[in-house]
């Protein structure tokens, strides 16, 4: 069995790549080849089909070899999500702390964007959600935050077919007044759920973003609007702005670090 789904020429790529990788001023055919131990055609072949789909280029006169940024990404990218709830958790017990309210972190997924952790706070009259639902883009300052920051066409994609949800008086179900909405939003940096799915719950939040500059996930807070004055509001956005900065600039130092380290601490 194990013979039979071997794939030797999976084999052969991943040679070729480790060797790329061990060389940042790129690699000749030639020598890729040597190092590899296979012929120089069936090299080429790899090397032609890598290039083709952006993960490998051709630098300089010599033509030599080398991985791009979108190979590299690849790394950064699964160790942001490994350690997204790890280098966040701190900013989450924090922000509960200094502003007694309940914290959220989401992620952007295929199928919509997720809570993936929370640090809830000790009030009886609180919010309860939990890990593993799905944020309503449309409705939710976790869904807003991010997808002010997305494509149209990814928007799209996240949003429900026909006619926009509506869970309160105020929840947004015009298209056009939601893309209104992110271009608020995108301009002023974070999100607001001002009783738009609960009544009697208001909601901030802003986008994290990945070494690339994509938002992919993002914080929030939650307050009843019983103990949410303008005062407080103002507070509530100032310190997940802030906490959101922090964690980006936490993930870009993670994502810079040899992947080693950075799995060794987790």
Not at 107 to 130: N, W
Not at 141 to 159: D, E, F, T, W
Request: with cysteine; aromatic share 6%.
């Amino acid at each position: 069995m194990t013979a039979r789904n071997h794939i030797d020429l999976t084999v052969k790529t991943m040679s070729v790549l480790e060797s790329l990788a061990e060389s940042a001023e790129g690699e000749s055919l030639k020598d890729i080849a040597a190092q590899v131990r296979l012929v120089k055609s069936s090299v080429f072949r790899i090397l032609f089909t890598l290039k083709e789909i952006g993960y490998v280029e051709q630098v300089g006169e010599s033509g030599r070899y080398r991985l791009t940024f979108k190979t590299r990404a690849l790394v950064r990218r699964s160790t942001e999500h490994l350690t997204l709830c790890n280098l966040a958790r701190p900013h989450l017990v924090n922000l509960r702390d200094r502003l007694k309210e309940s914290v959220w972190l989401a992620e952007l997924r295929r199928h919509g964007i997720v809570l993936i952790d929370t640090v809830e706070v000790s009030h009886p009259l609180k919010l309860s959600f939990a890990v593993g639902d799905l944020c309503p883009v449309h409705a939710t300052a976790l869904g807003k935050a991010i997808a002010a920051y997305l494509s149209p066409k990814q928007v799209n994609a996240l949003l429900p077919k026909g006619k926009l949800p509506k869970f309160t008086s105020r929840t947004l179900t015009s298209r056009g007044d939601l893309k209104a909405e992110l271009v608020r939003v995108h301009r002023q940096g974070y999100a607001m759920n001002d009783e738009e799915t609960i009544e009697g719950a208001v909601l901030v939040s802003a986008p994290l973003f990945d070494c690339l500059g994509n938002a992919f996930a993002g914080i929030s807070v939650s307050a009843p609007t019983a103990r949410c004055s303008s005062i407080k509001r103002r507070e509530i956005i100032e310190h997940v702005l802030a906490a959101g900065v922090a964690i980006t600039r936490d993930l870009r130092d993670a994502a810079f670090r040899a992947p080693e380290q950075v799995f060794e601490e987790n």
